[in-house]
């Protein structure tokens, strides 16, 4: 069993609480044969966006790629800081989708040396999407509310704290 925030090369879903779930091709693929859990999420975004979850991929050059729905929020800045810390040997490159930001961030060497430096970068992602993010909400009319905090994070959740099939998928590793 791995220790929390752990992966090896592939496809994962990392839960904010350190739960790592390996995906055996791709995030789509592993969606669609999880219903219960992708809760009608057919798209590895969309999932991301519902859950909370992030998509991780590390690729066998030791790139390592992160879907994150919000990397402001403290749950997914901590999961983020969490796998850094727990992988970095493994890591040569970061690469950061956030949904809500146009373009991805993408962080080598010096820069993802050490936690500091890369979360530096990431500050600096999240400040870049900020106003564009803004801009768009407003051109087209959005009455949303903002990003999700801690406690909506957890009402949207899909039900997995006890569901045998997510626990399953969670100890084939």
């Not at 839960?15 to 779930?21: A, C, L, N, S, Y």
Request: glycine content about 8%; proline content about 6%; overall charge negative.
């Amino acid at each position: 069993m791995r220790k929390p925030f752990e992966i090896a090369t592939g496809a994962w879903w990392i839960v904010p609480d350190g739960r790592t779930i390996a995906v055996p091709s791709f995030h789509e693929s592993w969606l669609a044969s999880h219903p219960a859990i992708a809760s009608g999420c057919l798209h590895t975004v969309d999932f991301v966006q519902k859950s909370g979850w992030l998509s991780v991929t590390l690729y066998s050059e030791g790139m390592l790629e992160i879907i994150s729905r919000d990397i402001g929020d403290a749950r997914q800045r901590e999961a983020i800081h969490q796998l850094f810390e727990m992988n970095k040997s493994l890591i040569k490159k970061i690469v950061v989708f956030q949904p809500s930001i146009e373009g991805c961030l993408a962080a080598e060497g010096p820069l993802v040396a050490s936690w500091d430096r890369f979360a530096v970068e990431l500050d600096g992602f999240l400040a870049r999407g900020l106003p564009a993010a803004q801009g768009s909400q407003e051109t087209q009319g959005s009455s949303e509310a903002g990003p999700p905090t801690q406690e909506s994070e957890a009402q949207s959740l899909p039900a997995v704290h006890g569901s045998s099939e997510a626990t399953s998928a969670a100890q084939q590793e």
